[in-house]
């Protein structure tokens, strides 16, 4: 079956401006997490999706960050107000549950310039 | 929360040879994963190790955990140009929501 897919491959934008990045995740698959990797890094825990249940946002590095998942699938991760240091490759992964084997998205590379 | 940690940072290794990377981690975990990355984009996961096990294999893949000293292995036999990747050790934490990834291992296997 497919699996998880994200959008844009590539954003550049310009310092102050928005951005939304989507993640697909895989179907049926109730647990959705958001990373960040900046440059030779490791992943930067942003924000994880549960079923229903309140999303845990410890991870956003800011009130710029937010995201929301809709109808238990799609979700957008959107920045507000880019800045330089928010350059990096977003990484979005599901899971069938809390705990398992997480599946990546091919991520999203963005620039801020 | 707390990471796991690989050591050695960077590996270079010729075709053929074995490979083996370590992790280390400070908190009690339902399971350790590892994950290898290639060219900075999606990671695929490789091998998941419950706590409660020792050892486990997949294909040239071979995990320990030792829950004692905190610790995992994993060793790649017989490496070829293609496991060229960095791989990440990640821990499920007891009380945590999430994986924690440790900072990744580059790998570079010389042909």
């Known amino acids: 079956g497919a699996g998880v897919s994200q959008s844009p491959s590539n954003k550049v934008t310009e310092k102050g401006k928005d951005v939304e990045l989507r993640c697909d995740p895989i179907?049926?698959?109730?647990?959705l997490y958001w990373y960040r990797q900046s440059l030779g890094q490791g992943l930067e825990f942003l924000i994880y999706?549960?079923?229903?249940?309140?999303?845990?946002k410890s991870g956003l590095p800011s009130d710029r960050f937010s995201a929301e998942r809709t109808g238990g699938s799609v979700s957008t991760l959107t920045i507000q107000r880019t800045q330089q240091e928010d350059s990096a490759v977003y990484l979005c992964?599901?899971?069938?549950?809390?705990?398992?084997?997480?599946?990546f998205g091919p991520g999203t590379r963005l620039l801020v310039l | 929360s707390q990471q796991g940690e690989e050591d050695p940072q960077a590996l270079s290794i010729q075709e053929g040879e074995n490979a083996t990377m370590n992790c280390s981690y400070k908190?009690?975990?339902?399971?350790l994963q590892w994950y290898r990355q290639n060219s900075g984009r999606g990671l695929v996961h490789l091998i998941l190790i419950r706590s409660n096990e020792r050892e486990k294999h997949s294909g040239r893949l071979r995990v320990t955990l030792d829950t004692s000293k905190k610790s995992s292995s994993l060793l790649i036999t017989a490496s070829r140009a293609a496991d060229t990747a960095s791989y990440f050790c990640?821990?499920?934490?007891?009380?945590?929501?999430?994986?924690?990834f440790g900072k990744g291992n580059q790998v570079v296997v010389i042909p």
């Open positions: 990640a821990t499920d934490e007891r009380g945590n929501n999430r994986l924690a």
């Open positions: 999706f549960q079923g229903n249940s309140a999303p845990d």
């Open positions: 992964a599901s899971s069938p549950g809390q705990g398992r084997t997480q599946y």
């Open positions: 908190t009690s975990i339902n399971n």
């Open positions: 179907s049926g698959h109730t647990a």
